[in-house]
């Protein structure tokens, strides 16, 4: 007896879902990224108006000032959709858990050298700033228009909860988790007149309704000044006693950052590019911005980095400045 097996090949009809094809073509095979990230958002149909703000839709591309013909071009270089943010994500934090394990079980903390100590403790009442990214991004999420935009908002507010729970943790390395200094830490967010311009600075943020001011005021203008300063390292610090401790407690932070910012990027170049008028907007947006975030943060670079801060500032500032620059948002 044989057995004869046929097989058939079965053309599908089309390669990809509709929205998809009608973006990048019928006939195109198209990226998981490209699949769960464009063309998602609401646009018609809506049965009724908020009633906390019934001149605009549920969904309105009016709830900012910058105007773009097509707001799914916003594209993220990292790629990231649920499952490929989820995966980066999780081998990041095994190595951030595994670097915490280490330090806890060898009491390296024990070992620091006092500026060290007084450098980790002055990190925390940065949690709070953090918190106050979180909650910025989480309105860009909320109120801005387009998938491709309003996804990654998600994820870097996801993440700065994540970072303002890092550092809540080094806290409580630094006290034998007794809380005494995030407590501390919280006092002097709330009344060391040298946190009060920051703290300001964030609160002020909290009530913005243009979300895409907020995303350039936070992602762009803050990020970009703070975290060199905060997390950067100074030539040399390292060999002192405790520095690699503290290196491994923020290497998810540090590693984050420069992840962070091709995103910011991207989609900053993306609606500056759009037109001359969204050019102008923004770049105004960058130096109002930027000028307060100057002036909150310069009071805290002796307590951020010591006798090497001033130096590290001045490095900071200077990036940022080429940054901007390359974006084409410098003043002229």
Same mark, same amino acid.
């Given at each position: 007896?044989?057995?004869?097996?046929?097989?058939?090949?079965?053309?599908?009809?089309?390669?990809?879902?509709?929205?998809?094809?009608?973006?990048?073509?019928?006939?195109?095979?198209?990226?998981? %990224?490209?699949?769960?990230?464009?063309?998602?958002?609401?646009?018609?149909?809506?049965?009724?108006?908020?009633?906390?703000?019934?001149?605009?839709?549920?969904?309105?591309?009016?709830?900012?000032?910058?105007?773009?013909?097509?707001?799914?071009?916003?594209?993220?270089?990292?790629?990231?959709? %649920?499952?490929?943010?989820?995966?980066?994500?999780?081998?990041? !934090?095994?190595?951030?858990?595994?670097?915490?394990?280490?330090?806890?079980?060898?009491?390296?903390? @024990?070992?620091?050298?006092?500026?060290?100590?007084?450098?980790?403790?002055?990190?925390?009442?940065? /949690?709070?700033?953090?918190?106050?990214?979180?909650?910025?991004?989480?309105?860009?999420?909320?109120?801005?228009? $387009?998938?491709?935009?309003?996804?990654?908002?998600?994820?870097?507010?996801?993440?700065?909860?994540?970072?303002?729970? %890092?550092?809540? /943790?080094?806290?409580?390395?630094?006290?034998?988790?007794?809380?005494?200094?995030?407590?501390?830490?919280?006092?002097?967010?709330?009344?060391?007149?040298?946190?009060?311009?920051? /703290?300001?600075?964030?609160?002020?943020?909290?009530? /913005?309704?243009?979300?895409?001011?907020?995303?350039?005021? !936070?992602?762009?203008?803050?990020?970009?000044?703070?975290?060199?300063?905060?997390?950067?390292?100074?030539?040399?610090?390292?060999?002192?006693?405790?520095?690699?401790?503290?290196?491994?407690?923020?290497?998810?932070?540090?590693?984050?950052?420069?992840?962070?910012?091709?995103?910011?990027?991207?989609?900053?170049?993306?609606?500056? $590019?759009?037109?001359?008028?969204?050019?102008?907007?923004?770049? $105004?947006?960058?130096?109002?911005?930027?000028?307060?975030?100057?002036?909150?943060?310069?009071?805290?670079?002796?307590?951020?980095? @010591?006798?090497? $801060?001033?130096?590290?500032?001045?490095?900071?500032?200077?990036?940022?400045?080429?940054?901007?620059?390359?974006?084409?948002?410098?003043?002229?």
């Amino acid at each position: 007896m044989t057995v004869e097996i046929k097989t058939t090949a079965v053309e599908p009809i089309r390669q990809n879902f509709g929205a998809v094809a009608r973006r990048f073509g019928a006939d195109k095979a198209v990226s998981r %990224y490209q699949e769960a990230s464009f063309d998602l958002q609401a646009q018609d149909n809506f049965h009724y108006r908020p009633v906390w703000d019934p001149a605009r839709e549920i969904y309105d591309r009016r709830r900012t000032a910058v105007q773009m013909a097509d707001w799914e071009v916003f594209k993220d270089p990292r790629q990231f959709y %649920y499952a490929s943010y989820c995966i980066q994500r999780a081998r990041m !934090q095994e190595a951030a858990e595994k670097s915490f394990d280490f330090v806890e079980k060898n009491q390296l903390i @024990g070992l620091m050298a006092e500026p060290v100590r007084q450098r980790a403790e002055a990190l925390l009442p940065l /949690r709070h700033a953090e918190w106050a990214a979180n909650q910025h991004n989480c309105f860009v999420t909320a109120y801005g228009f $387009g998938s491709s935009i309003t996804q990654g908002a998600m994820y870097a507010a996801t993440d700065r909860l994540a970072i303002a729970q %890092y550092l809540s /943790r080094i806290g409580l390395l630094l006290d034998g988790s007794s809380g005494r200094a995030l407590d501390a830490a919280k006092r002097q967010w709330l009344e060391d007149t040298a946190w009060q311009p920051l /703290r300001r600075l964030c609160e002020d943020l909290l009530v /913005r309704k243009d979300w895409f001011e907020l995303l350039v005021a !936070q992602d762009l203008v803050i990020d970009g000044l703070l975290h060199p300063l905060a997390f950067g390292r100074p030539a040399g610090t390292l060999a002192e006693p405790g520095a690699a401790t503290l290196a491994m407690l923020t290497e998810f932070i540090e590693d984050w950052f420069p992840e962070n910012r091709k995103w910011v990027d991207a989609c900053v170049a993306a609606a500056a $590019g759009e037109s001359a008028a969204n050019r102008a907007l923004i770049a $105004g947006w960058v130096k109002d911005w930027s000028a307060r975030a100057v002036a909150a943060i310069a009071p805290l670079v002796p307590l951020l980095q @010591g006798e090497a $801060g001033a130096a590290l500032w001045d490095q900071a500032q200077a990036a940022w400045q080429a940054r901007i620059a390359k974006l084409g948002l410098a003043p002229a």
